[in-house]
């Protein structure tokens, strides 16, 4: 044990799994939990188990909901009949936070990537064309990062939803390439966005 309390040391190896935790920054955390009023770190430890408990994902677009639907998906405010299609469900939260998209989202729950073991019908594809088969859609954004995975799904789903009355378009390579959405800036998306070509 490096610690003087296995408490300290189990609370330190848990932080230190989350994403860009390193073993300082870890221990540093412990510590100041350690510090905090026991009502705060009530608060804290709450929050953690209620976002697990009571999240769930949107019957629409598989995003992160909770309720069966999501709020974005339940506001009559957005443009329904614009679809932008991302990997994951933190991806909204990167382009809703700049603010300038008005319409709504679809999650693919990853990219297609052999060597992972990933291939479409992994992917929340069908459920896609669910909704551009059941619904007035007039355009489909395919925003998935700029790397060789996103490059291959954006060709295969261009390949598919071709055949479907819709226009299909590509965010512009604003984006530097091997950098994920979720690191892009406000300017960087909105830009994209608006430089999206048609595929
Ligand atoms: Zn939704």
């Known amino acids: 044990l490096k610690k003087s309390s296995r408490y300290l040391e189990i609370l330190t190896k848990e932080f230190s799994r989350l994403p860009g935790i390193g073993p300082k920054s870890a221990s540093r955390l412990a510590f100041h939990i ?3 009023p026991l ?3 009530e608060n804290f430890a709450q929050a953690l188990l209620e976002v697990k408990q009571n999240i769930t994902t949107c019957k629409i677009c598989n995003g992160i909901s909770d309720e069966d639907i999501c709020l974005i998906c339940q506001d ?3 443009n329904k009949s614009l679809i ?3 990997e994951e469900a933190k991806d909204i939260l990167t382009i809703n936070s700049t603010g300038e998209f008005q319409g709504v989202f679809h999650v693919l729950g990853g990219v297609i990537s052999p ?4 291939g479409p019908e992994d992917l929340n594809i069908n459920s896609l064309i669910n909704r ?3 619904n007035q859609i007039e355009e489909i954004i395919l925003a998935l990062n700029p790397n060789i995975e996103g490059d291959a799904t954006s060709l295969y789903l261009g390949k598919i939803l071709g055949p479907l ?7 512009a390579h604003g984006l530097p390439v091997g950098t994920d959405l979720e690191f892009a800036d406000s300017a960087t998306i909105i830009k994209s966005l608006e430089g999206r070509q048609e595929i």
């Open 34 to 36: 350690l510090k905090k």
């Open 39 to 41: 009502t705060e770190v």
């Open 76 to 78: 009559d405010n957005r």
């Open 84 to 86: 932008c299609v991302v």
């Open 115 to 118: 060597l992972d073991g990933i």
């Open 132 to 134: 551009i088969n059941n």
């Open 165 to 171: 009355e819709v226009k299909i378009t590509r965010i």
